[in-house]
């Protein structure tokens, strides 16, 4: 239970930068992290001790395998990952070239 | 599974640095190293599928993060000492939320089988009758382009209008693109 | 970014070609090693990054090179939306697989029904996409900073 435990603690850290900071490249480094913690966490859920990844190389040997199916859920995830922080980087560029500054109480107050 | 702490360990530690150091770009190597540990933890709970995933995924944060760090600002200059009136209230919202999901979590966690057995209900069906009905030897593929198919048309969805968006929030204004047209 | 020294040129001039041959591998062998189609097509997307940093070209990128990307990427949408569609078209199910265009034998390459085209239009999708997002996060023209 400690290591799901620890996947638990890395949200919260990326939870922590998210509220908190006010550089807007470190929020989005807290949105990574919580992601991150999530796909770990569905990966331990599905570990089974001493047992083999899941890929069948002899067909008729008998089939001890880790739970394939969390695995599939995390591949899609991984990759979505990768696609909405590069959409919150390009909006992070568009903000830096309007206000000149990534500090979002500054953005806050200065107007068009 | 000793090494499976150990990663753990330097992965809470790198993420620590990640959110606290000063230089932007160190920031995101940290990222990197929480990345590739992640990768490795992988490796470790036998999924290569994901560990390959994972890494190219995690080199291609890292790139991303420094082109666009480099091309504004290198460092933090929102980083000043002491404690400000405006971060009390969020701090404490987000400690309140913090101990009441780690009480939740607990509770959770206790009632769902111990790390090491899970109870595979459904993934017995999909390891069993994998092979003959789809004909593909890896399992994971198996699932996610045959039997969860659904998933994936979702997923490639999801990357069509990601790609979408940032090109179009990076398109260039009208005004703009006329001034250097004229100029070149 | 004016490209790299004539070192990291040379490497990249190597190294890109063996990164683009080996992701088409993981893509083709997706049904029979891990990897499949996520993790190839990063990989193809990684090699082009490479290039185009290596050589400068990053810069200097025409408006055509990312269009030319997009258009890519919506054709690879496209043919894994039409593989989906092909099970209807057969008679059965949306997304019908081996029932219909049968198995072939296990543990060879040409096998897995509609696995194979499946995971080549993902590669195509996933490399081509990834290369229009660095495209526009790294040569859109943009004011630099002073």
């Known amino acids: 239970m400690v290591p799901l435990f620890a996947c638990l603690f890395l949200m919260l850290i990326g939870l922590y930068a998210v509220v908190t900071k006010r550089n807007i490249i470190r929020i989005i480094i807290g949105f990574s992290l919580v992601e991150y913690a999530v796909n770990l966490f569905f990966t331990m859920v599905g570990f089974k001790r001493d047992a083999l990844p899941p890929i069948i190389t002899d067909v008729a040997q008998p089939r001890n395998f880790v739970d394939p199916l969390p695995q599939a859920l995390v591949l899609t995830a991984i990759v979505i990952g990768l696609a909405t922080t590069s959409m919150m980087l390009a909006l992070a560029m568009r903000i830096y070239e309007k206000y000149r500054t990534f500090d979002i109480t500054e953005i806050r107050r200065l107007r068009g | ?184 | 970014m004016r490209g790299m020294s004539s070192i990291v040129q040379q490497i990249a001039r190597l190294l890109a070609g063996v990164l683009f041959l080996f992701g088409t591998y993981i893509v083709l062998h997706g049904h029979l090693t891990p990897g499949g189609g996520f993790a190839g097509g990063v990989l193809i997307a990684a090699s082009f990054i490479l290039v185009s940093l290596a050589f400068g070209s990053v810069e200097q990128t025409e408006r055509n090179s990312y269009t030319l990307s997009s258009v890519v990427e919506s054709l690879g949408g496209v043919l894994f939306v039409s593989l989906a569609l092909a099970g209807y078209v057969a008679g059965t199910f949306f997304f019908q697989n081996a029932s219909i265009y049968g198995t072939g034998n296990p543990l060879q390459l040409l096998s897995g029904g509609i696995i194979l085209p499946a995971n080549i239009a993902i590669g195509i999708k996933v490399g081509a996409g990834l290369f229009a997002i660095f495209l526009a996060l790294g040569a859109s023209r943009f004011v630099m900073k002073d």
């Not at chain 2, 959110?19 to 490796?43: C, E």
């Not at chain 2, 607990?106 to 109870?119: C, N, V």
């Not at chain 2, 069509?160 to 100029?183: C, D, H, P, W, Y």
């Open chain 2, 1 to 184: 599974m000793i090494e499976l702490y150990v990663l753990l360990a330097a992965m809470l530690v790198a993420a620590l640095v990640a959110i606290q150091i000063k230089d932007l770009l160190a920031a995101a190597v940290a990222l990197g190293i929480v990345g590739f540990s992640i990768a490795i933890m992988f490796i470790l709970l036998q999924a290569p599928d994901l560990a390959i995933v994972q890494i190219v995924v995690e080199t291609l944060t890292v790139v991303f993060f420094a082109a666009v760090i480099l091309r504004t600002t290198n460092t933090d200059t929102t980083i000043a000492g002491g404690l400000k009136r405006e971060l009390v209230f969020p701090t404490v919202a987000y400690v309140t939320f913090g101990l009441v999901l780690l009480v939740l979590v607990g509770r959770a966690l206790a009632e769902l089988p111990s790390f090491g057995s899970p109870t595979m209900l459904v993934a017995r069906e999909y390891i069993a009758l994998g092979l003959e009905k789809t004909g593909a030897a890896n399992v994971v593929a198996a699932i996610i382009l045959d039997f969860r198919g659904y998933d994936t048309l979702g997923e490639v969805t999801v990357l069509f209008a990601a790609v979408v968006g940032v090109l179009t929030i990076m398109r260039r204004a009208g005004r703009k693109e006329q001034n250097s047209e004229g100029r070149d």
